[in-house]
């Protein structure tokens, strides 16, 4: 049965608008940021050169920019991701179908029918080829992502990070007992998956943007203290 993400897809609308939003202020902070650092690197070169001072002002705003936008968009992925994950519970919902593509598993289905035959016979199965089987139903629903690029790029995003959550659940899984019981993981992951990745995704982007927010004023003074110690 070919799955559907139209249902998702509404949400997701909504999960644009939230990146469209961060990605640009994202991009007006660190542009007066930049602007700023502009301002002050001139003014530090204006006496021994003004040229400099201008060239090294321009310099500091186009690292501003760029930096804003690898940053912006660094932050909308993930914000409109978590924001999908910890509102909308997306990430249950995409659980759901990336087991449903991977055997079929119907929760009101009886324990000796579920999944039919071929969940049945790998009710226990080898973490290798669990692996395997998970990474083809994340590639499948992926190809099935309609709408915006940046409705597919956050689609994208939500099932790898389902798909490394899973696989690290599976892993644990295995070490235990030796194989996968799919049924009872896909259960333990819908009521974890969400909050789980939040923590992760959340916790990744304070790294991102610390970096890049103490990372650009240290670039643009040794750019200033560099020129200067040149000059005289």
């Known amino acids: 049965m070919k799955i559907d993400l139209r249902a998702i897809g509404v949400h997701l609308a909504n999960l644009a608008w939230v990146a469209v939003r961060t990605f640009f202020d994202t991009m007006f902070v660190l542009t007066l940021a930049g602007a700023i650092l502009a301002g002050a690197s001139y003014y530090f070169l204006r006496e021994d050169n003004w040229a400099y001072g201008v060239l090294a002002a321009a310099v500091a705003l186009t690292e501003a920019v760029v930096t804003g936008i690898f940053l912006g968009s660094k932050r909308a992925i993930a914000l409109a991701a978590a924001h999908g994950l910890g ?34 016979t790998l009710e226990r199965i080898p973490l290798a080829k669990v692996e395997s089987i998970l990474n083809g139903a994340v590639v499948s629903l992926t190809g099935d ?39 009872k993981v896909k259960h333990e992951l819908e009521e974890s998956v969400d909050n789980a990745l939040v923590q992760k995704v959340v916790g990744g982007l304070w790294i991102w943007t610390l970096l890049m927010l103490l990372g650009l004023p240290l670039t643009v003074a040794a750019q200033t203290y560099i020129l200067i110690a040149l000059l005289r």
């Open 87 to 120: 509102a909308l519970r997306i990430g249950r919902s995409l659980v759901r179908l990336v087991f449903e593509r991977m055997l079929g598993i119907v929760d009101s289905q009886t324990k000796g029918e579920r999944g039919g035959r071929i969940a049945q």
């Open 145 to 183: 992502a309609e709408g915006s690029w940046l409705r597919r790029k956050i689609q994208a995003y939500l099932l790898e990070a389902v798909r490394k959550y899973t696989l690290a659940r599976f892993r644990e899984e295995d070490a235990q007992h030796g194989g996968i019981d799919l049924l």
